[in-house]
């Protein structure tokens, strides 16, 4: 059933279990619990609005119970109004296997024209000529004109029967058909068979059809619209007496498919006594079971805090009030104005806080940080679930930057450089101008006005 594949149901391990699943758009359908196997009763999961639902078409339903234990198992199922009169304890009534019992239907008819005009009719057996069977057979035969509506039919102990020249028309098609009959059960189904099927009709129980196979086979069929699969099947159960109890009597019945509509099911009984087998035809849900301590979905953290301690951010919170186990815990922050770029951290086992540095920051921004809790894999090889729902936000604003001491060394080192190099900026050329000055005032005999009149 794809409804049921879609199918997740998650408990809190304390008072109820959460549900959802996919329904059909053409059909009103409702989950239910079983509440008790022998009485087979149940009760309706109570749809409701889950809180921050993002998937669309998906429905949530909710199941208060205080049962839970490691051997504690849902089983869930889904019924409507057509399945729900299915469910009557009247219309599980038993049945007789003779009332439903058929012989097999007798083989290789054939026909052959005599002397005289009439017509010879043989069949064989359906059982083997070893077999008991043989000795109570009856066989009845029918035939008509193909253009009429009505049948005439005769009842023989032998595998053969004329038809007389002077019951047939000369020159028109005829058509006929034999069956069988036990000496217990109902006649046979007609040789060559041709097998068809209305639509069931819902409210009622499909019909049980069985074959005598053999001196104890009996081979059980019923058959079940392939819609009405989707949410119910029958099992068969049996009993040898009228004071025993009904049990299954066919645990994995063969399923076919008839006519692309219908869902054949079939079963073969063995080491039977036909005359004081009864049968029964009992509803079930298909049905999907959990185990509770699988799927466990925690209440989430309470009480969510955040606190300064030097310069970094504390965020602590409270345990759930219920817990099946220990939890370990998972931290979302992100800045208020951009949720979509959220950190994770995760807590240690049991452990309710964590810090997150205060340096990670950005200064001056609005922060939210949300926590949820996940019961711990594998403790003590049981426990298994999801992550539980986020807690409220709690908010904060980082602080304002701070100079840390190797800023501070960077800073006074990018100050000294550049001081040096304004020094050097200013008295280089200033050195360079009183050296040619100082050059220019050294006495030279290329500088003498005397040498330079001689010259």
């Keep these: ?24 758009t053409n059909m009103t359908i409702q989950v239910w619990f079983k509440k008790d196997i022998e009485d087979n009763s149940s009760e309706l999961c109570v749809p409701f609005e889950a809180e921050n639902a993002t998937e669309d078409g998906v429905v949530h339903c909710r199941f208060k119970t205080f049962v839970f234990a490691i051997g504690t198992s849902h089983t869930v199922f889904f019924m409507n109004n057509q399945t729900a009169s299915l469910c009557s304890p009247s219309q599980h009534t038993s049945q007789d296997l003779v009332q439903h019992m058929r012989a097999r239907p007798p083989g290789n008819l054939s026909v052959s024209e ?32 193909q253009a009429e509506d009505t049948w005439t039919t005769e009842t023989v102990a032998t595998t053969r029967m004329t038809i007389k020249r002077q019951w047939l028309l000369p020159g028109h098609r005829y058509e006929a058909k034999v069956r069988t009959k036990a000496s217990l059960g109902r006649w046979s189904e007609w040789s060559p068979v041709v097998i ?26 019923w058959e079940v619209s ?13 009993r040898h007496t009228r004071t025993a109890q009904f049990e299954r009597c066919c645990l994995n019945p063969a399923v076919s498919s008839t006519r692309g509509t219908e869902m054949r099911y079939s079963c073969l009984l063995t080491n039977v006594d036909p005359e ?111 992550p539980s729902e986020w807690s409220d936000p709690a908010k904060w604003t980082s602080n304002k930057a701070t100079w840390s001491v190797l800023k501070l060394i960077y800073l006074f080192s990018a100050l000294i450089a550049a001081a040096a ?18 050059v220019d005032s ?7 006005k005397t040498l330079s009149e001689i010259k």
């Design 276 to 386: 004081t087998l009864q049968l029964k035809l009992l509803l079930t849900h298909n049905a999907k079971t959990f185990a509770a301590h699988k799927y466990i979905r925690s209440k989430p953290p309470e009480q969510v805090k955040v606190r300064e301690t030097n310069g970094d951010w504390v965020v602590e919170w409270s345990a759930p009030a219920t817990a099946p186990s220990e939890l370990f815990y998972q931290v979302s922050y992100y800045r208020t104005k951009d949720q979509g770029s959220s950190l994770q951290l995760n807590s240690s086992k049991g452990s309710t806080y964590v810090t997150i540095l205060g340096t990670s920051l950005i200064p001056l921004q609005d922060y939210e940080v949300k926590v949820r809790s996940l019961v711990v894999p594998g403790s003590g090889s049981t426990y298994e679930g999801i």
């Design 196 to 221: 068809w099927k209305t639509r069931d009709e819902f409210g009622q129980l499909p019909s049980l059809h069985c074959v005598l196979d053999g001196e104890k086979e009996v081979m059980c069929s």
């Design 114 to 145: 005599q002397n005289d005009g009439s017509q010879m009719l043989q069949w064989s057996s359906p059982y083997p000529p070893s077999s008991s069977l043989n000795k109570n057979l009856t066989f009845q035969l029918s035939f008509r004109h």
């Design 442 to 448: 050294v006495p030279s005999p290329s500088k003498s």
């Design 421 to 438: 190099f304004l020094t050097l900026y200013h008295t280089i050329p200033a050195c360079q101008k009183k050296v040619v000055l100082w």
């Design 1 to 24: 059933s794809p409804w049921l594949q879609s199918l997740q149901c998650y408990n809190d391990y304390s008072s109820h279990v959460d549900c959802k699943w996919k329904p059909p």
């Design 226 to 238: 392939r819609e009405l699969a989707y949410l119910i099947t029958y099992q068969l159960t049996c």
